[in-house]
């Protein structure tokens, strides 16, 4: 399994016309494309650099199924047919209703918000997603963590918004300096962007707040505040 944040930003290259065994970069992942259902991945939006700097060019759409990781970054192998309309036709892509997830907003079918679409856990090869990590988007994030949601739980698209299943605000929260501090991890209950804004005040409170908002952790989870700053510094 990989994550989307994995492939984002990084180098991709394609063969050199004329050229079977040397490469030239095309761009950067700019964003994950996912089928129309929204459980699948079907290829990446590759940022090009601009034209002598200052004219923008459009994204290319590469297929997943033409791409390979290689030191560094990804290539892409295959013909023609990897890449934009010729990809789009061969893999009988519906392209207007092809979604991206990415920073996307993510509520229940009840209304509850439970943040952004921070990433998200796929098969490499089928490119069928595992689950959804809903989080904040900024500081409460890396020190809470982010919504591990199943792709089972995801209803559909709908005004902008992600939709999922009542039982994605039951998510536990996963990975951040909480869940690394074990206690904190174990009793914290995953209510989205809720739970993330009370963190985000918190950390502007100093790390006592923070404790104080995710329970009996106040000198233990202090500790990891103050670990962070560090490794930020």
């Known amino acids: 399994m990989r994550k989307v944040s994995e492939y984002s930003g990084k180098p991709v290259y394609v063969p050199k016309k004329g050229k079977t065994t040397a490469y030239e970069r095309l761009g950067k992942v700019h964003m994950a494309v996912f089928s129309p259902k929204g459980k699948r991945i079907v290829g990446f939006l590759v940022k090009r650099p601009d034209i002598a700097g200052m004219i923008k060019r459009p994204d290319t759409f590469v297929a997943l199924d033409a791409i390979s990781k290689v030191d560094g970054g990804y290539r892409v192998s295959g013909d023609e047919t990897s890449f934009d309309e010729k990809a789009r036709k061969r893999l009988q892509l519906d392209w207007d209703h092809c979604i991206m997830w990415s920073g996307m907003d993510a509520k229940t079918t009840k209304g509850k918000v439970l943040g952004y679409v921070s990433d998200a856990v796929f098969n490499e090869t089928t490119g069928a997603v595992e689950s959804f990590l809903i989080g904040d988007g900024g500081?409460?994030?890396?020190?809470?963590?982010l919504v591990q949601v199943p792709a089972s739980m995801l209803v559909g698209y709908e005004k902008g918004f992600m939709i999922l299943t009542p039982e994605a605000a039951e998510q536990k929260l996963t990975g951040?300096?909480?869940?690394?501090?074990?206690?904190?991890?174990?009793?914290?209950?995953?209510?989205?962007?809720k739970a993330a804004e009370k963190a985000g005040k918190a950390v502007d409170k100093g790390s006592?707040?923070?404790?104080r908002q995710l329970g009996k952790t106040k000198g233990m989870f202090g500790a990891f505040v103050d670990e962070f700053k560090k490794a930020s510094e």
């Open 139 to 145: 500081m409460a994030e890396s020190l809470v963590g």
């Open 208 to 211: 006592k707040a923070l404790g």
């Open 176 to 193: 951040g300096l909480a869940a690394k501090a074990g206690e904190a991890s174990a009793r914290a209950k995953a209510e989205g962007a």
